[in-house]
């Protein structure tokens, strides 16, 4: 199991529900979660092989941006 990380300019809960709504039909995705009180708005996605940029493509399609971070 990895965990990914994310930069990401979802800001409020409204918008976490609707990027939910696509995560939930992954099914690679076990846990995610986004952190409203980072400056980064960080994403974090537990997954047991899921590619980064399947990740990142995901978020765009919900109309939102997120990039992964480094290590």
Known sequence: MQIL????????KKQVATVGRHIINEQ???KWNI???????VLRVETPGLHPKSIE??????GHNCEELPD
């Open 57 to 62: 493509s995901l978020i765009q399609k919900a």
């Open 5 to 12: 990380i994310f930069r990401t300019n979802i800001r409020d």
């Open 35 to 41: 952190d409203l009180n980072d400056v980064d708005c």
């Open 28 to 30: 690679q995705i076990t």
